[in-house]
């Protein structure tokens, strides 16, 4: 993210979404439970992109995906902010303590370089 | 999001997921498509706590219900940071550009209150 | 289903299914993960017809999405089908087995009128 | 699908389903809204065991991995003759008609061992 902003992007993404459904009159529809329905249609579209490629990476794009996954990764982003927004939850500091539950749950020296599900030890 | 962070909290998250993937021996796994199948799986670990409920909203959920919403919006979060950290976007620039375009394709005077896709005008 | 084909219709979209795929040389792309990933992008298609009515309820949906509903319903099927083609599983006997595990995970007496899932009791 | 059933496959799950859902009071949570979604999840659980694998080819599959596997195809294709159902549509039409577009959407001469999309053409 070159130059910083001045307001953190999260909070920044959630006036500017609140101010897009409210001018629409769309607040209506954007219950949690539709707001999340929407979220996975946004992410399936992104994942469109990826579905016969062997991985994704760069060399197997061209500028036309480029574009495609760059607006949808845009979406998804939009809609999580809305659904934090409704739900009343901080991403920042969700996203802060998850990681933190992460580190307990897959310790470096049991994990390193094996990536089955935790579940599965 | 409260206080203020000193860095912008996707480039903040950009580089704790970097050194979480990294100390693990993880980036192996974490090509583009596969980075786009986990969001997915964790998006839909999300609508899982929505889909028997009438809107989602906050009287309809329990203790136990908020904390997994709360934990799944950050994984879809850490891994959405993550997989435009490997497809090179700017999730603030792309997010600002894509509202661009939406307020385009659905103008304020001719969408208000109706929630029909722009390809169904 | 109107009257009965000759063949039990999974045996027959496999049989069709498996013609599709060979006549364009396309089983090269019809890795499990693959069929796996399209089969997720074909259930969002169907979602998205859902995702702003209050329940798709038959008066909720004009001929145009009928229509669509009644295509990525297809699709769905017919991705089932493959993956299931190329996972070695036999989709009758799998739906018969776990519908016999479901009864005695919810059992009638414990469950009725309660949509809360198992692990919720 | 070894012996030939009595009844098709899809007919029999139907009524299966049917019985199922009535016995526990659940229609009234069975909208088409609410089975698409629970859908979606159980497609999730089923590519979450394929997201970290090369290809999900048999010899990555535990026999751990390959019941998920099965139990997860048959919760897909259950709910997914719920949604049939609810909305009315004939699966095995549907799929029949559907792949009679495909043949013409994919002309065999113009696709033949190219997996990109039609409207990329």
Do not use: C
């Not at 459904?21 to 579209?45: C, G, I, Y």
């Not at 500028?63 to 495609?68: F, I, Q, S, V, Y």
């Amino acid at each position: 993210m070159s130059s910083r902003p001045d307001t953190d992007t999260l909070d920044e993404l959630r006036t500017l979404t609140r101010a897009f459904a409210a001018e629409r009159d769309w607040q209506q529809f954007h219950t949690p439970k539709n707001l999340a329905m929407a979220l996975s249609v946004e992410v399936a579209e992104l994942v469109e992109n990826f579905q016969w490629l062997p991985t994704g990476a760069a060399e197997e794009l061209d500028e036309r995906k480029r574009e495609g996954i760059r607006h949808e990764l845009a979406d998804v982003l939009l809609y999580l902010v809305q659904l934090a927004d409704r739900t009343g939850v901080d991403l920042r500091a969700a996203a802060l303590e998850k990681l933190r539950l992460n580190a307990q749950k897959y310790p470096v020296e049991r994990v390193k370089g094996d990536a089955r599900r935790y579940d599965e030890y």
